[in-house]
Structures are given as C-alpha cells and as structure tokens.
C-alpha cells in the first residue's frame, strides 16, 4: 500500500523553494531548524564523497576539514571517500596514502577510505595489496571512464577477482559529471555498461556498488544489472521529483544506498531527494544507514 501523498509529496515549487532555502542556510554555516530536522533520524553513511580538489575548478567544501564539518552538520555517521586524485594521477600509491592519512586525521572515524586502483597501469596489482594490507580500506574505488578501459577488458576482470577474493568491496564510478559541465580538452565518455553483468556473473563473491549511474540507467537494464550479481546503487544522480519513490517500485529496497556526490555535487541535493519522495516508513532508513552498514560489515 502506497503512503498518503498529500502527507508526505511536495509539489515542484514546493520543492525547489526547499531546495533554495538549504543551500542558502548551508552557505551561512548555520544550524537551523531546518538543518536539525535534515540531520535526523541519526545514522546516515554517506557511500559517495571525495577529499582532494577537483582538477577543473575549485569547490565549496573542497578541504577535509570543511567536508567534514558539512557532513556532521547534516547528520552523517559515516562517508566513505575515494580521491579525486585518483582519476589522473599516475603515482596511485602516494595518492591511496594521503587519502589514508586524511581520513585518519579528519573526522574521527567518520571518513572511510576506498583506495583508486588503475588496471592499467604497471604494478597495480600492488596497489590492490598495499590498499588492503597496508592501509586496511574496506574497499577500492574505480574510475573506468578516466583510466581508459572497457568492462570487457581481461585486466578490470582480473581486478575484480581479485578484489573479491580479499574481501573488498569495489565501488565503479561510471561518470562524474554531466557532459555539459566537461572542459572541452577532458570530455569523459561513460563506458558502455552492456558487457559489465557477464562480468559480475563470472566473479563470485563480489560485492560492487555502482556510482552515478542513475543518470543514464534504468527500467530493464537496472534491474539486469542488479539481479546478475550483489550489486548497488546510490542516488546521487538520480533526478526528478519523487525520484527515490519512482526507482523503489521497480528497484529492490536493500539494492539502494544515500550518496551525495560531494562536494562535486551540493551535499543538501542528495538529501533532499529523500525527503520529498512519498516513502514508507522503513524505506528511508535502510536508504540511509541500514543497507550500508550491512553490505559493510559483510565479508566475502
């Protein structure tokens, strides 16, 4: 039985007025009742965020230090961060090493590192080694589309195998940003995602999260994708009023996790998208924290 709509739905400029008034409050630092009420329940993990800065342009909440405050302010528990360095630097070691020092050093536990890992470059399998024995990252991210390889390439199979048999949980980022927002010298292609279910089918213990890749999938495809193995999603690019609603009455609940893209993307978005969606009462949390924390704490 669907909730109420009149109890829980806003109407589009309901929303966008909702949408204005956070990111003002956000830019002023302010703890208002409106942050309060965005910070509950308590418990939220944030699967997608980022420390470094962005190669094309200077962000807000680019330094550790002042994500960390955003996070906190509205409620989050946990994020799990890769490095923005890691989609074009060569040196992935030095880069998975100050992603593991920041994090030590900011939040208190708040920040979870997932290390970059390039297939294609010499001695990765090292950086896979160093990423779970050295630092002890729960798990790795990918960046396909900016390290220069297909889902069909022998060298991404051979590092998923061999994530999973470490017990890493592998988070692929198909895009970052929306094509229009590309320096005209650095335009990304998304790689096609067609070849990558055989691929999940073939690695046993696998445990994979795709990011931002609710821009560009849905219907068949998404459900394909998520039934060929134990894949997730996040919502971050998910667009649309009443998006959440829309995706979890063809999407499996336990398959979708809260990501904010941050601070790529404005941290409020994210949230937002939660609470004008007209959702039951256990959706938004095993949205927020639940599904996290169990494919987290899992093992393969």
């Known amino acids: 039985m669907k909730p109420d709509q009149s109890t829980f739905s806003l109407d589009r400029r309901d929303f966008l007025k909702v949408a204005v008034a956070a990111a003002g409050v956000a830019s002023l630092?302010?703890?208002?009742?409106?942050?309060?009420?965005?910070?509950?329940?308590?418990?939220?993990?944030?699967?997608?965020?980022?420390?470094?800065?962005?190669?094309?342009?200077?962000?807000?909440?680019?330094?550790?230090?002042?994500?960390?405050?955003?996070?906190?302010?509205?409620?989050?528990?946990?994020a799990w961060a890769g490095s923005f360095d890691g989609l074009l630097h060569r040196d992935i070691a030095t880069v998975n090493t100050r992603l593991a020092d920041e994090c030590r050093r900011h939040g208190k536990g708040l920040l979870v590192p997932f290390g970059s890992v390039n297939p294609k470059l010499p001695d990765w399998e090292d950086d896979l080694r160093r990423c779970a024995e050295v630092h002890r990252m729960p798990g790795i991210r990918l960046h396909p589309g900016y390290h220069g390889y297909r889902f069909d390439d022998p060298d991404f199979?051979?590092?998923?195998?061999?994530?999973a048999e470490r017990g890493l949980l592998v988070q692929l980022v198909w895009i970052m940003e929306d094509r229009r927002m590309m320096h005209p010298l650095l335009q990304v292609e998304p790689p096609d995602l067609k070849p990558l279910a055989e691929v999940i089918k073939k690695t046993p213990g696998l445990r994979l999260e795709i990011l931002n890749v609710l821009k560009g999938l849905h219907g068949q495809s998404l459900l394909s994708l998520l039934h060929a193995g134990e894949v997730f999603v996040e919502i971050a690019m998910l667009e649309g009023v009443g998006g959440v609603a829309g995706l979890?009455?063809?999407?499996?609940?336990?398959?979708?996790?809260?990501?904010?893209?941050?601070?790529?993307?404005?941290?409020?978005?994210?949230?937002l998208k939660l609470k004008e969606s007209p959702l039951t009462e256990d959706q938004p949390r095993a949205i927020r924290c639940d599904n996290a924390r169990r494919l987290l704490a899992k093992k393969s």
């Open 157 to 163: 199979a051979k590092l998923l195998r061999l994530a």
């Open 248 to 271: 979890l009455e063809k999407t499996p609940l336990n398959r979708v996790l809260f990501g904010s893209h941050a601070p790529l993307f404005y941290f409020e978005s994210a949230l």
């Open 29 to 78: 630092g302010s703890t208002s009742a409106l942050q309060a009420a965005a910070a509950a329940p308590s418990g939220l993990i944030d699967t997608n965020v980022s420390l470094s800065r962005w190669p094309l342009r200077r962000l807000p909440c680019d330094d550790t230090a002042a994500l960390v405050a955003k996070l906190r302010a509205n409620g989050v528990t946990q």
